[in-house]
């Protein structure tokens, strides 16, 4: 089993930056970032496959929000910028446990087998 660990939440002023690291236990083939807002289903923000380091994000934080991995540190990082009040949510780290052909699949949540606790991220207006 790996052990997911986000750290880098906080709160921030609209047009502010955070940068998210969640650092995994072990080795997955790709990782992803989610959020989660109360009363709302979980929706996707971005992932990265491991392998060779490909993305792909949501339509609402292109061009704002930038995914990396740190292979050497076996972790991966969501660097948020110009954030704006809809983004507060908890945060989630996944991370998948098995290989993968289409990286579309990587926006399913029911693809990853690894989950962090969250991190709240809070941007007040």
């Known amino acids: 089993q790996v052990q997911l660990v986000e750290s880098g939440g906080g709160l921030v002023q609209a047009g502010g930056s955070l940068r998210l690291s969640c650092a995994a236990s072990?080795?997955?083939?790709?990782m992803g970032w989610f959020r989660q807002v109360p009363g709302k289903e979980r929706e996707f923000v971005a992932a990265?496959?491991?392998?060779?380091?490909?993305?792909l994000y949501a339509d609402a934080v292109k061009g704002r929000f930038s995914i990396s991995r740190d292979i050497a540190k076996n972790t991966v990082y969501l660097q948020m910028n110009d954030l704006k009040p809809e983004d507060t949510a908890i945060y989630y780290c996944?991370?998948?446990?098995?290989?993968?052909?289409?990286?579309?699949?990587?926006?399913?949540?029911?693809?990853?087998?690894?989950w962090g606790q969250g991190t709240q991220v809070t941007v007040s207006s």
């Open positions: 996944a991370g998948k446990s098995r290989t993968f052909a289409l990286l579309n699949l990587l926006a399913v949540g029911a693809q990853y087998s690894y």
């Open positions: 072990g080795r997955t083939y790709a």
């Open positions: 990265i496959n491991w392998s060779d380091g490909s993305t």
